[in-house]
């Protein structure tokens, strides 16, 4: 009896340690013509939580891709990203940037392999590919040196967090 009852504790406690996958996809984000936004809707699997899934292109100012940042929206607020918030001059694993994909992934501050977490969410997000092209900006900014973003392929699972 002890030990039926033993065994049903432990599966009940792992049932409430178990993860939901909400999304598992290789994303291929490209420039294409415009360079816009890769976007879905993830939905838990009991179908209460909604978010938006945004790969969001980065701009330098005069133009060029510098950079995706991750987006994780709730429903009516597609500007703020749960993840957190960008400053300028701050590194953060949810933005992926030409520099650390030039200098190699190996190097960066984060890795080919982001592990983000936010509002009972995490993200497994592993760069898998990627492919620069040459000038940023326009005019008399023009830097025909400077790399630009134009492809990235990622495979992000989305889930519920562990509690």
Known sequence: ???????????SSAESFATETWLSQR????????????????????????????????????GGVVALEIVVARPGQPDANIL????NGVEYPFVITVKELETGLEHSKFGPVRNLEADGIALNVK?????????????????????????????????????
């Open 127 to 163: 760069i898998e590919h990627f492919r620069l092209g040459k000038g940023v900006g326009s005019g008399s900014t023009y830097c025909s040196k400077c790399k630009n973003l134009q492809e990235l392929s990622v495979w992000i699972t989305v889930e519920s967090k562990g509690e």
């Open 27 to 62: 994303i291929e984000w490209k420039y294409g013509k415009e360079g816009v936004a890769w976007k879905t809707n993830i939905k838990s699997p009991n179908g209460q939580r909604e978010y938006q899934l945004v790969l969001q292109p980065l701009w330098a100012l005069e």
């Open 84 to 87: 957190g918030e960008r400053e």
């Open 1 to 11: 009896m002890l030990l039926a009852l033993l065994t049903i504790l432990a599966v």
